[in-house]
T-cell receptor
Framework: SQTIHQWPATLVQPVGSPLSLECTVEGTSNPNLYWYRQAAGRGLQLLFYSVGIGQISSEVPQNLSASRPQDRQFILSSKKLLLSDSGFYLC?????????????FGPGTRLTVT | GDSVTQMEGPVTLSEEAFLTINCTYTATGYPSLFWYVQYPGEGLQLLLKATKADDKGSNKGFEATYRKETTSFHLEKGSVQVSDSAVYFCARTTNTGNQFYFGTGTSLTVIP
């Protein structure tokens, strides 16, 4: 079976500090990978998605970046955090082949920028 | 414009009441449709899905039917429980299937 991990689970960082959030998927190969942000009391905003190693599509201009150094690893980074970066960050994956489009979500990382 | 529109929340129901959460979508093709549930502090879990017109997705007593003529995918449950308290998201795929459009979510609270 497939599992998706995110860490850390919670993070408190000062404004201007760097960020690195990690997501890994087990039990599948060549998945599509996604980073979403959920601000308090709001819906989901797609930040980045990747269809393969080194292939990143950015959906929203911001001070965040994403990388995919390995097939099942997806990293969200920032060089300098802003207060507005606070939120709940969710990673998701889906199978890249076939007609099954459902996405499976990780447990999330709660980021508070102070 | 918005691709997925959900009814505004929050919704508060008594235990064993009937639940309907409305969801409509706009699309030029035939997207796949989904309902996800998010419990407090957790990620989203797939609740049910439908991939073509007139399909009915069902899981844990929840149901939703893909209605092409009304572009809707309303979530229903005949008798809600306190444990159903969560936020529910409707979603549809983009034309390529690579991405989702999510609704804004509907918060449900079930009281004993």
């Amino acid at each position: 079976s497939q599992t998706i991990h995110q860490w850390p689970a919670t993070l408190v960082q000062p404004v201007g500090s760097p960020l690195s959030l990690e997501c890994t998927v087990e039990g599948t190969s060549n998945p599509n990978l996604y980073w979403y942000r959920q601000a308090a009391g709001r819906g989901l905003q797609l930040l980045f998605y990747s269809v393969g190693i080194g292939q990143i599509s950015s959906e929203v201009p911001q001070n965040l970046s994403a990388s995919r150094p390995q097939d099942r690893q997806f990293i969200l980074s920032s060089k300098k955090l802003l207060l507005s970066d606070s939120g709940f960050y969710l990673c998701a994956w889906r199978r890249s082949a076939g007609q099954s489009y459902e996405q499976y979500f990780g447990p999330g990382t709660r980021l508070t920028v102070t | 414009g918005d691709s997925v529109t959900q009814m505004e929340g929050p919704v508060t129901l008594s235990e064993e009441a009937f639940l309907t959460i409305n969801c409509t979508y706009t699309a030029t093709g035939y997207p796949s449709l989904f309902w996800y549930v998010q419990y407090p502090g957790e990620g989203l879990q797939l609740l049910l899905k439908a991939t073509k017109a007139d399909d009915k997705g069902s899981n844990k007593g929840f149901e939703a039917t893909y209605r092409k003529e009304t572009t809707s995918f309303h979530l229903e449950k005949g008798s809600v429980q306190v444990s159903d308290s969560a936020v529910y998201f409707c979603a549809r795929t983009t034309n390529t299937g690579n991405q989702f459009y999510f609704g804004t979510g509907t918060s449900l609270t079930v009281i004993p």
